[in-house]
């Protein structure tokens, strides 16, 4: 095919709307997958703005291409019915067994859903997209919010302590989480020279994690206190 036929088939095209028709499907797809991806991304999840985006874009040209490649009306979903199989691949990469708790549950859920949205768009169904984003960007953000202050999650908080003796720091630490029957996790210690550092996580709930970076704060055993941030359960 010679580039004359080509620019003459996409002015065909362009002169009857279907190629601005395909185009504006996939860009919104596009902009609906970046911007969960956006949320993701800003809470530091591995599947983050381009991993959402790609997917959404994705879903959305696989189905667009399994209508325009179809020979006959019933083999038109053919393709388009192979993006859930698929994403449940990537999914499940996405879920991890690590320091003590699952973690990607909600990612692997976000993208089995960004993946819908990418096929609604896909298929012409714009409000559905865009009604699905709303609902899964107030999921992420209310309700995650929502479950922290209700204290319904389990998080696992890692704090640095320092102390003379890495003996001392531990009972001291241990004294202090015994009345909320929690453990130290995932314990690493160095030694400075002039003071010992002590890693270790604990799991809790947010309100149980506040009430324990006071108590470890009110030590006069411990020299310093630190809170290295959370890990959600996912």
Request: aromatic share 6%; proline share 2%; glycine share 10%.
């Amino acid at each position: 095919m010679s580039w004359q036929h080509i620019i003459e088939y996409v002015r065909g095209e362009i002169a009857a709307g279907v190629l601005t028709s395909l185009t504006a499907r996939l860009v919104l797809a596009a902009i609906l997958g970046g911007v969960i991806g956006l949320e993701r991304e800003l809470k530091h999840r591995p599947a983050g703005l381009r991993t959402n985006m790609f997917i959404c874009f994705g879903a959305a040209m696989y189905t667009l291409l399994s209508q325009r490649l179809a020979g006959i009306p019933a083999d038109s979903a053919r393709i388009a019915a192979q993006i859930i199989p698929g994403i449940g691949f990537i999914g499940a990469g996405s879920i991890l067994h690590m320091r003590g708790l699952t973690t990607g549950l909600t990612s692997a859920a976000t993208m089995f859903v960004v993946a819908s949205v990418g096929m609604a768009a896909g298929g012409g169904h714009y409000v559905t997209a865009v009604f699905a984003t709303c609902v899964v960007l107030a999921s992420l953000f209310l309700l995650g919010h929502l479950e922290q202050t209700l204290n319904l999650k389990l998080l696992l908080t890692s704090y640095e302590v320092t102390g003379e003796t890495v003996e001392q720091i531990s009972n001291e630490v241990n004294r202090i989480l015994e009345p909320h029957h929690r453990l130290m996790q995932n314990v690493m210690s160095a030694s400075t020279g002039r003071h010992v550092r002590l890693q270790f996580d604990v799991e809790g709930c947010n309100h149980e994690q506040k009430e324990l970076l006071r108590e470890f704060q009110a030590s006069s055993v411990l020299q310093s206190v630190t809170s290295l941030g959370l890990l959600e359960r996912e």
